[in-house]
């Protein structure tokens, strides 16, 4: 069983489109995440959620906003995109979200923007 | 925050053994310093994590010295397969505004 899956796997669309990536969760972990990792390979927190707060990283667009349905759950969804937003996200979840419990990450959705 | 530093890359030969060295000057007090691997076109992989002295588990070791401002991931025996990304990630709060990925060192493993 996969821990932390994301779906799709690959998504192709034009600039202006609104598209939305899911991520679930099977290990019953509080904290999810989503990351960016642009072409360079630096992976770049985006935002961080759990029961309690929303904690978002000051140089995330608001055309991009993190949905959770329930605490398995953390789809993300991306208005108006842009071509700078092509990359590949990544999702992932942590017990309660404290720096010492590692994070486990979804095998990412690459986001290619024509 | 605390930074990391890491070489851009690295090559070896199978059957060595690969120590990756991560500096973090500004590491605070409460921070852990956390491995992960990455293979491409996957997501990244937890290795090991320890807050100071030494860690080992079945895939690798952690040397954490006194002062904290530096970390060596050592793997022994490196194979083919242990071809991928590493990254050193160090902090005490999995918050959004204060984690940190460092650019990684891209290790090669050789025949």
């Known amino acids: 069983d996969t821990a932390v899956s994301q779906t799709p796997k690959y998504l192709v669309t034009q600039m202006g489109n609104d598209k939305s990536i899911k991520c679930e969760q099977n290990?019953?972990?509080?904290?999810m995440y989503w990351y960016k990792q642009d072409s360079k390979k630096f992976l770049k927190i985006m935002f961080s959620?759990?029961?309690?707060?929303?904690?978002i990283n000051e140089t995330v667009p608001n055309r991009f906003s993190p949905k959770s349905p329930d605490k398995a759950h953390l789809n993300l969804h991306i208005n108006s995109l842009e071509l700078g937003d092509s990359a590949v996200y990544f999702c992932a979840s942590s017990q309660d979200g404290t720096g010492s419990q590692p994070q486990h990450f979804g095998d990412g959705t690459r986001l290619s923007i024509l | 925050l605390a930074k990391t530093t890491q070489p851009i890359s690295m090559d070896s030969y199978e059957g060595q053994e690969v120590n990756i060295t991560c500096s973090h000057n500004n590491i605070a007090t409460n921070d852990y310093i956390t491995w992960y691997q990455q293979f491409p076109s996957q997501g990244p992989r937890f290795i090991i994590q320890g807050y100071k002295t030494k860690v080992t588990n079945e895939v690798a070791s952690l040397f954490i010295p006194a002062d904290r401002k530096s970390s060596t991931l050592s793997l022994p025996r490196v194979s083919l397969s242990d071809t991928a990304v590493y990254y050193c990630?160090?902090?005490?709060?999995?918050?959004?505004?204060?984690?940190?990925f460092g650019s990684g060192t891209r290790l090669s493993i050789r025949p």
């Open positions: 990630l160090v902090g005490e709060d999995s918050s959004a505004s204060k984690i940190i």
């Open positions: 290990l019953g972990h509080d904290t």
């Open positions: 959620y759990n029961n309690k707060e929303l904690i």
